[in-house]
């Protein structure tokens, strides 16, 4: 069992940066892929950003890529997203989700996920 708790989010301005954080319970958090969705107000959740287990591996979306960095430190059962250069299009609920397999968590069937943290971003 896993739960999430993201925090981080808040008011941000167009070309600012915030930093999101998504806090693990669970001994095995280590052994778990994690990723960031996120759903804007009337659209559908879209994928954001995903690390592999050990924080080898990371993937992106096309509208984040440059921008956004996914990391985690699994001493301290958190991952991170660090999101520069804001734009009032990355307005919307962000959510990290946790699963063992990586392709499940980029096409969002992931086993657990948080509550979400809004972000909001001003031009």
């Known amino acids: 069992q896993v739960q999430l708790v993201e925090s981080g989010g808040g008011l941000g301005q167009a070309g600012g940066s915030l930093r999101l954080s998504c806090a693990a319970s669970?001994?095995?958090?280590?052994?778990?892929?994690v990723g960031w969705f996120r759903q804007a107000p009337g659209k559908e959740r879209e994928f954001v950003a995903a690390i592999s287990w050990s924080g080898d591996s990371t993937y992106y979306a096309d509208s984040v890529k440059g921008r956004f960095t996914i990391s985690r430190d699994n001493a301290k059962n958190t991952v991170y997203l660090q999101m520069n250069s804001l734009k009032p299009e990355d307005t919307a609920v962000y959510y990290c989700?946790?699963?063992?397999?990586?392709?499940?968590?980029?096409?969002?069937?992931?086993?657990?996920w948080g509550q979400g943290t809004q972000v909001t971003v001003s031009s």
């Open positions: 669970g001994r095995t958090f280590s052994s778990y892929a």
């Open positions: 989700n946790a699963d063992q397999a990586l392709n499940t968590i980029i096409v969002g069937a992931s086993m657990y």
